[in-house]
């Protein structure tokens, strides 16, 4: 079992950057894949990207491809998503999730995640 914290969230203007973090709990942190979603007001909970247990392969939805980059750091229990170029419609709650897996599994639904943190606010101004 793993508890999740994501943080880093916060008021940008568009074309600005921000880092998010995902801090987890427990000492089998390399064993699970790990992702970020977002939510849009109304909106159902988007796949953002996706980083598997060593880090060696990554997948991003096509709207944040070139501006968004996923990372982790195990030794840290730790993931981070690095958003720079940031536009209004970027703007949502982001989570951060993760799976235990046996192999470079990389879900891209929500319904693939069994652990959530408990979001953090994304508000870009035009």
């Known amino acids: 079992q793993v508890q999740l914290v994501d943080s880093g969230g916060g008021l940008v203007q568009a074309g600005g950057s921000l880092r998010l973090s995902c801090a987890a709990s427990g000492r089998t942190f390399s064993q699970y894949a790990m992702a970020w979603f977002r939510q849009a007001p109304g909106k159902e909970r988007d796949f953002v990207a996706a980083?598997?247990?060593?880090?060696?392969?990554?997948d991003y939805a096509d709207s944040v491809k070139g501006r968004f980059t996923i990372s982790r750091d195990n030794a840290k229990n730790a993931m981070y998503l690095q958003m720079n170029s940031l536009k209004p419609d970027d703007t949502a709650v982001y989570f951060c999730a993760a799976r235990w897996v046996l192999d470079t599994t990389l879900p891209t639904t929500p319904k693939g995640y069994r652990y959530w943190g408990q979001g953090t606010q994304v508000t870009v101004s035009s």
């Open positions: 980083i598997s247990r060593n880090g060696d392969s990554t």
